[in-house]
């Protein structure tokens, strides 16, 4: 509508926050132009700016529209937030290469040169950037995660092993090996102590102490009587521990075996180069960046090297496809990596054909390996850093930053490592570990055998080549005890009415007659004169 000079005077006068002169103010639709005016103009009011960036879908993707590369994706909504709030136009510039680069060459080279004002994006601050740019406000904290292929069956290899970690297992096996002798030595200090009592200086052979621990292991019963206090606290304190150990185990194993519950074979960096995983990132990415001007991740650098590792510059479903075919390790942040399997699933769930066992077809790991703070990057001594971080400050303070970083992700985990909520049958390699107790023990007992035979036949040949070996004069003076001894009729012994041991001749000693002074001994095979040799 009109306004006369003299209500436009007046006008000026009440509305204390607008100025003639300055920026128009903006009137909701429908209703009238008052004829306010801002006060203050925007601080950038009419002033065009050069923005470099880098392709990093979803954050930042553009696109070209009659030859003007037009910018979108959450980056550049904090950007149209700037220029909403001073006023200006910007112009966005990319780098011949979408790389980070150095002075001369990516967006780095961008801002050095000063052929752009700003670069917004994902980009990580590193300290030996201070010499080329000048970093904005931290935005945010970029953690980096390994997106991989889910795996069938878990890390662990086997069911039984599952339940405790490696450092319990070494600790559960060093307990049975020591607890013992612990228990022996106990009993022979304490029968040194009570010397002379008859009732507290009876002693567990060793084998039966072990024997003991070892059962109480199985819950199988003991026919050890501990007569003292420290032996009967040193047993019930065996017998707490292993209930208690069997408890959590058995618990862990059933929730194992029927419960989705994974663990992935790599979870750090140093598995990567340990396990000569094949792993890839993005070309021009922080971890190239990494990984060729940082000391730290030298062992990437070898293993990229080695063959193991690539830098590539596909898009997200070409490297998904990688994944999947190739079992290739990616690298990269958790924000790009959430947005990738979000996509994916949507796309599986949306096709008839793709059952919902089989729209989880990639996982994250839970912990990232890397931390990196996010921010925009200024030209040296740059007066636009003066303008904008205020603002930046204000917005991720106030969360509006993160609160876009996560607009168009769901609530919950995308496919989740565990799968808590469905269970699972019991499959073939579960049971593994079980296959393989059973035929280890197969085979030491067939060892065993065999090498009893062996041992008894070699002690039987050694017998009969003594006998082979002639007159021997090793015999005592005093051979009429020897023949006494050896004149023993064979027995039988007994326990309960039981046969428990046979004694057979096997080999005699006779005197020789040839004079009546005594010679020598000789040993004949089926005399009169019984010599057991025992095995």
């Not at 780095?108 to 670069?119: E, N, P, T």
């Not at 989705?260 to 598995?271: E, V």
């Not at 792993?279 to 990229?304: H, I, P």
């Not at 596909?314 to 990616?330: N, P, Q």
């Amino acid at each position: 509508m009109q306004v006369s000079p003299v209500l436009r005077t007046v006008l000026t006068t009440v509305c204390s926050n607008y100025f003639l002169n300055g920026t128009k103010m903006e009137v909701p639709e429908g209703e009238p132009d008052p004829g306010c005016v801002l006060r203050i103009p925007k601080l950038m009011e009419g002033k065009t700016i050069r923005i470099g960036t880098l392709e990093n879908p979803p954050l930042t993707m553009i696109n070209k529209t009659d030859g003007t590369l037009i910018g979108h994706g959450v980056i550049f909504e904090i950007v149209d937030i700037l220029k909403h709030k001073l006023g200006f136009n910007y112009e966005v510039v990319t780098p011949r290469a979408n790389i980070l680069g150095d002075e001369n060459h990516g967006i780095i080279g961008l801002v050095h040169s000063r052929q752009v004002d700003l670069a917004v994006g994902y980009l990580p601050q590193f300290s030996q950037q201070a010499r080329l740019v000048r970093h904005s406000e931290s935005l945010a904290e970029a953690p980096w995660v390994f997106l991989m292929k889910r795996p069938l069956v878990s890390a662990s290899g086997t069911g039984l092993l599952a339940p405790f970690d490696a450092t319990v297992w070494y600790l559960v096996l060093a307990s049975v090996v020591l607890m013992g002798p612990a228990i022996y030595f106990i009993i022979l200090v304490r029968v040194r102590l009570c010397a002379g009592s008859e009732r507290l200086t009876r002693i567990f052979p060793l084998s039966s102490c072990v024997w003991f621990v070892y059962g109480a292991l199985m819950k199988q019963g003991s026919t050890l009587m501990p007569v003292t206090d420290s032996s009967r606290m040193l047993f019930a304190t065996w017998w707490i521990f292993i209930t208690l150990l069997t408890s959590f185990y058995t618990a862990n194993l059933t929730a194992f075996l029927t419960l989705s519950r994974f663990t992935l074979q790599i979870t750090s960096l140093k598995d990567i180069a340990t396990k000569k995983a094949h792993w890839a990132a993005q070309k021009g990415s922080a971890m190239e960046y990494l990984v060729y001007n940082n000391d730290e991740y030298s062992f990437l650098n070898q293993s990229l090297q080695a063959g193991f590792g690539q830098f590539v510059d596909i898009s997200d479903t070409d490297m998904l496809l990688r994944i999947k075919k190739d079992d290739l390790v990616y690298l990269r942040e958790k924000q790009h990596v959430e947005h990738t399997m979000f996509r994916d699933y949507l796309e599986k769930t949306r096709n008839p054909k793709v059952e919902e066992k089989d729209r989880c077809t990639f996982v994250m790991t839970k912990q990232p390996f890397l931390h990196l703070p996010i921010s925009f990057y200024y030209p040296l001594n740059s007066n636009l850093a003066h303008i904008f971080d205020p603002l930046l400050k204000a917005l991720v303070e106030t969360g509006i930053v993160r609160h876009l970083l996560r607009k168009d992700l769901p609530q919950i985990e995308i496919c989740p490592l565990d799968l808590g909520s469905k269970e699972r049958q019991l499959r073939n390699s579960d049971l593994y570990m079980t296959y393989m107790i059973v035929v280890t023990g197969f085979c030491a007992a067939t060892v065993a055998f065999f090498g009893e035979i062996l041992t008894r036949q070699v002690k039987r040949c050694i017998a009969e080549a003594e006998l082979q070996t002639g007159p021997s004069t090793s015999y005592p003076d005093d051979w009429k005890t020897v023949k006494a001894q050896a004149n023993r009729m064979p027995y039988t012994m007994y326990l309960n009415g039981n046969i428990i041991n046979v004694k057979q001749p096997a080999y005699s000693i006779t005197k020789d007659f040839q004079s009546s002074n005594r010679k020598s001994l000789s040993r004949q095979r089926n005399t009169n004169y019984v010599f057991q040799y025992t095995s």
